[in-house]
Structures are given as structure tokens and as C-alpha cells.
């Protein structure tokens, strides 16, 4: 921290986030004794940042921030926010309650994804300057941030599409009402405008298990690996992100089925290929 400050030629910064804080083993290494969460309290303590706050994405993400709150005061959460995302009945519940504790204990709510419109189609051509795919439409983008606006407890993070970002501000100084459910599920059928983090990956292609060793892997999803080779066809498989490993390996689940994304799991993603674990 004191040597990014110092590159950044500044003597604190506002706000340190721990990010994505969601899988239970990386949570409980953050909050132990001698913990990421000890240190940035610490670094508060010592005026190198004014607050310590908390992000995730996923759909489990709003529970486990109330976890989070539980266990520690921080300042602000982070989590994804948008008209698609909250028709997940459950975790529009999950969000809700956080909202209410937040709004008791004075913490700040970010939210994300508010412009998104889905994960990128495999057949799109042309630069990507998101992971996913945003709203473009003059009129969506600007019903997309004034509904999330609408919700006085939030703020709203821009698209790291930049290209955006006037949009994105024109809408927000909008005074007008905010969009009607209606026009919302309009936007989102005319659009085809899906939740990014609906616990699914779009796996289209092959799934390729891996031959070899055995390998033990640590933690609450602990199994022993036993592959052989062969690849299987996929459509539409679920993974849920469980632990990241050595080297950057990602472990999680595709539907029934233990599955790791290494080497690296962008470009597993990006390949369509991922280890299964039975």
C-alpha cells in the first residue's frame, strides 16, 4: 500500500475495496487475525485511507456482504445492480435485506452492471471495450441508469466502455421519472438483455477433461481429481466460481460436475475449455 501510494504521489487515497470477497476460504483468510481486513484497518488507523470497503460479483455476492457486515463495519459495498439482475427472485431478496442494513449502519452501496446488456455473442465481430456487452441504445442506456438512479439508497459505477460515459452522465442529470417496470421488460425483450451473473456460463463447444495425476484441492469443495481423456459436448452448462489456486486456477462447479479453468481462466473461458472433475 505505502509503495502504490507513492508511485501514485499521493499521502492517502479515500478507498481500499477488497474485491470479490465472496468464496468462504479466501473470506475467512481476509477476516483472521494478521487479515487482509486487520491490515486495511490498520492503514485507516494510520491515515493512508480514509475508508475500507467491500465488492463481489455473482449472485451470491449480496449475502455474503451481509456476512461481511456482521464481521466487520465496512464503509461501503459493491455489488451488481440493474432491472435484469434483481428479477432473480432470490437474490432481488438477498439485495433488499442488504439494502436495509446498509441503510441502517450508514454504509455506502456501489452498484455495477447497471448498462449491461449480456455476455458477449460468440459471432460478434468488431473491438470490445468491456467484458460484456452494454447497452448502446440512446433510449435503454438512459431508462438503464435512471433506473437504477431511481433508487435513492445507490450510486451507480459507470461501464468501463468509456465511449459510454457521456450517455451514461446525460442520463444520470435526467430529472425525469424514473422508467416503469413495462418499459424495463421492453427494453430487455427488444434487446435481448440478460443477467451477466445468473450462475451459468455459456459453454458452447467442447469441455475437455484432462488426463493425468491426481490432485487434491483444498477447501469446502475438497475432492481428489480423476480424469481420463475425452471431450464432451456442452450447452448451456452451469459453473458457479468456487476457489482460485496456484497459477490462477479457478475452481468451481459446471452443473453437476467439479470443474477447474486453468491455466489461466480467461483464456480457458475464451477457448471454451475447462478441466472436469468427477
Not at 494478521?34 to 485511507?49: I, N, P
Not at 450462475?199 to 475437455?208: K, N, P, S, T
Not at 491426481?214 to 448451456?236: I, S
Request: net charge negative.
Amino acid at each position: 500500500l505505502e509503495r502504490s501510494l507513492e508511485r501514485l504521489q499521493v499521502d492517502h487515497v479515500d478507498l481500499i475495496q477488497l474485491h470479490n470477497l465472496v468464496e468462504p476460504g479466501e473470506w475467512e483468510v481476509a477476516h483472521r487475525p494478521g487479515g487482509a481486513v486487520e491490515a486495511l484497518v490498520q492503514a485507516r488507523d494510520d491515515g493512508l485511507v480514509r475508508f475500507v470497503g467491500v465488492t463481489g460479483h455473482g449472485t451470491r455476492i449480496a449475502r455474503m456482504h451481509l456476512r461481511s457486515l456482521e464481521r466487520h463495519p465496512f464503509d461501503s459495498v459493491l455489488l451488481p445492480f440493474s432491472f435484469a439482475a434483481l428479477g432473480d427472485p432470490a437474490y432481488r431478496a438477498d439485495v433488499e435485506e442488504l439494502l436495509a442494513v446498509c441503510a441502517a449502519e450508514g454504509v455506502a452501496v456501489q452498484t455495477i452492471k447497471g448498462v449491461a446488456r449480456r455476455r458477449w455473442p460468440d459471432d460478434h465481430e468488431g473491438r470490445r471495450f468491456s467484458w460484456y456487452q452494454p447497452l448502446e441504445d440512446d433510449g435503454a442506456l438512459a431508462r438503464a441508469v435512471r433506473w437504477v438512479l431511481a433508487h435513492g439508497q445507490v450510486f451507480l459505477n459507470t461501464t468501463s466502455d468509456a465511449r459510454l460515459l457521456p450517455a451514461v452522465l446525460a442520463a444520470a442529470e435526467d430529472a425525469g421519472p424514473p422508467p416503469t417496470d413495462a418499459e424495463m421488460a421492453a427494453d430487455a425483450e427488444r434487446f435481448d438483455v440478460a443477467p451477466l451473473f445468473d450462475g451459468e456460463a455459456h459453454l458452447v463447444g467442447a469441455v475437455r477433461q484432462f488426463s493425468g495425476r491426481e490432485r487434491g484441492l483444498r477447501g469446502d469443495q475438497a475432492l481428489v481429481q480423476r480424469t481420463h481423456q475425452q471431450v464432451l459436448p456442452v450447452e448451456r452448462e452451469r459453473f458457479s466460481p468456487r476457489a482460485v489456486g496456484d497459477g490462477g486456477v479457478l475452481v468451481g462447479r459446471c452443473g453437476e460436475r467439479h470443474v477447474q479453468l486453468g491455466r489461466t481462466a480467461a483464456d480457458q473461458l475464451h477457448q471454451r475449455q475447462v478441466a472436469v472433475i468427477e
